[in-house]
């Protein structure tokens, strides 16, 4: 008699996401935001992974590396204040939230380069963003609430390469 392991919520996700990863390049971004959107919410889905703020500063904690070097999920922890800079990205990628309410800004470049907010939403529970690598895609993300947060985040590159070919930064 053989015994197969129930698949965890977080399997199902990533199963899910690795299929959506590998769309062609102009759906990615969508179809991976879609598979986060069918599993963000579920309460299970960080079971046995504890996913910790820090005092200083929003954490990213790695869930998963693609084997092929394709892309990366990331759990990103936010405590109330904490904020990403202003950013655009330098590949595709797509994020939903699984608690807490995050505050996404929208900019768009000024005429001196400094980056100026144009607009901005709030992301539930539930809520799921995607965008192509675009310099002109200029956001940041905050956690404006009065609890902790945390979002699930697909990047197009091996986690490794996070601190060089994710963020465009355009203000910390
Ligand atoms: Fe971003």
Redesign the pocket.
């Known amino acids: 008699m053989s015994f197969i392991a129930p698949r965890s919520a977080l399997d199902a996700m990533l199963a899910d996401i690795a299929v959506a990863a590998r769309a062609d390049l102009a759906e990615r971004p969508r179809r991976v935001a879609e598979a986060l959107g069918a599993h963000v919410l579920n309460p299970d889905l960080l079971a046995g992974r504890p996913c910790p703020c820090c005092p200083e500063r929003y954490i990213r904690h790695l869930l998963h590396a693609d084997p092929a070097g394709g892309y990366a999920v990331v759990a990103l922890a936010w405590r109330p204040g904490q904020m990403?800079p202003v950013?655009a990205?330098r590949t595709w990628?797509a994020f939903g939230v699984h608690r807490g309410i995050l505050t996404e800004g929208h900019y768009r470049a000024g005429g001196g380069g400094e980056p100026m907010q144009c607009g901005s939403a709030l992301r539930p529970p539930g809520a799921t963003c995607h965008g192509a690598a675009d310099p002109e895609l200029i956001?940041r993300?905050a956690n404006l609430g009065s609890a902790e947060a945390l979002s699930i985040h697909v990047y197009g590159v091996p986690f490794e390469r996070f601190g060089q070919d994710v963020?465009l930064v355009y203000a910390a």
């Open positions: 990403s950013h990205h990628c956001h993300l963020n």
